[in-house]
């Protein structure tokens, strides 16, 4: 999950104790059944997963659909039907937020013509991307479906068993690899901007989904015929005469997966866990083990909370925690180099050089305003705090959705605003990524941070800064 929210797809899934179908958001890893109140968990072993569309039609309704395609194209009616056949087409799916860094200064034009330009600022921009292109190398894809429409549409993990016994299933053409070099050029080509010192894709996910579309063969006075017919909108995408050569059916795809629906329990103690919608984080209300969802398992976490002191009316808000180490092997930067390149504008710098660890903090929850969030992150990993954690805390917490390697790329991210942001005007004027020192961050650690409601802002404890709480969710 990216830091904001996106408009979300509906995957249908059944429940495994009654069986019942229904929907759930795309990005859902826990949830109860509205049925039998079944408290499940969806779980992928690879982060690339197909799914596939219900067509609309069957082999009756192909039948009026040609006669009405004909009848409005100018085509001689069919005299007889010789077959119609149902084909699954590959489509790459690519999806997530960039972020960009972008250095501007303002420029005033006075009366007498003279001009007076700002010192730079540093602004971030994020902006959520979907982007899809065909899996197969065929004119006659390329030419009639301009694109999937998976943003108003139900997704499905498997076929239901009469289609997989009859549908064709195309094998893509372009591989994983391909497919996501593709991806990446074309989201960076999209959504290029000016001044722009550092760009990050963040949470991009790549999926197959295959598209249903329908071969109608038909012969009328001017001899044989066969029409494409979209399967979704059930509309006529190309008509051609003699035999129809467009596609050829190689069977499945090895390398990507589908999600698998389990029991959400606690793996120590076999209690239910909280249903949390796209939470990846829970804790057992019976053990107090914290669980982290890792792919297709639960894997325990550590989970500290920050001693609020004495006042209760506090909420807590989940927050990653990176270390990256100074004057070591492998650390970003020496503690010199580190005071040169930010005058002592982080207050870490101004502690005792023993102290070697450098913290980044990652909100790991979503708001609607990411810029809110990079502000209060930024602020969090200059002023590094020190706290007094324990595990055991009773009060109201914010379910965690970001994953720690999403979290991780948030946090380099951070490492480049404050490199560009803060740092002095020779290092605000580098372009090239490769000339600003690089981070490596140590295990993510999860920590809950309090924040006080005060009227409709969320302030968080430590560092003063407030965001809108009706933001966040």
Known sequence: MTLTKQKQIQIVVNCTQCGS???????????????????????????ILKFYMNTRLNHRSVKFVTERYCKRSGIDLPRSFDDSRLIYIPFWRFNGMIYQLRAEAVTYTFSDGATLETEKKVK??????DINFPGVN???????????????????????????????????????DA??????????????????????????????????????????????????????SKRGLACGQDEFRGFHSNGDFDGVGSIKILPHHCPNCGADLPAGKNAIVYTCQNCWLGWYLDGDRLRQIEIDYVDPGGDKNLKFFPFWEFGASFNSRGSILTYHQAQMLFR?????????????????????????????????????????????????????????????????????AIWFYLIFGTATNSFQSWNENSEVPEVNFHPGKLIYLPMKEEGIYLREQFTGFAVQKRGIF
């Open 344 to 412: 002592s504008k982080l207050s870490v710098f101004v502690d005792d050089s023993e102290d070697a660890i450098f913290r980044f903090f990652v909100p790991g929850f979503s708001a609607r305003n990411p810029r809110s969030l990079w502000k209060l992150s930024s602020r969090l990993t200059q002023s590094q705090p020190k706290f007094t954690t324990s595990q055991r805390l009773r009060f109201s917490s914010v379910p965690a959705t970001l994953p720690e390697d999403e979290a991780a790329q948030m946090a380099r």
């Open 21 to 47: 179908p229904f929907k759930a958001p795309e990005g859902s890893h826990s949830f109860k059944c509205p049925f039998c109140s079944k408290v499940l968990l969806i779980t992928s072993p690879q982060r």
């Open 124 to 129: 971030v921009d994020s902006k959520p991307f």
């Open 179 to 232: 497919a996501r070099e593709m991806a990446y050029s074309n989201a960076f080509g999209v959504y290029r901007r000016k001044n722009v010192c550092y760009e990050e894709l963040i949470g991009e996910k790549l999926t197959l989904i295959y598209f249903p579309v329908w071969i109608s063969r038909f012969t009328n006075k001017t001899g044989a015929q066969w029409l494409l017919l979209d399967g979704v």
């Open 138 to 176: 065929q004119d006659l894809v390329n030419q009639i479906i301009m694109g999937i429409r998976s943003q108003v549409m139900e997704l499905h993990p498997q076929l239901p068993p009469k289609l997989d016994k009859d549908a064709d299933i195309i094998k893509p053409e372009i591989t994983l």
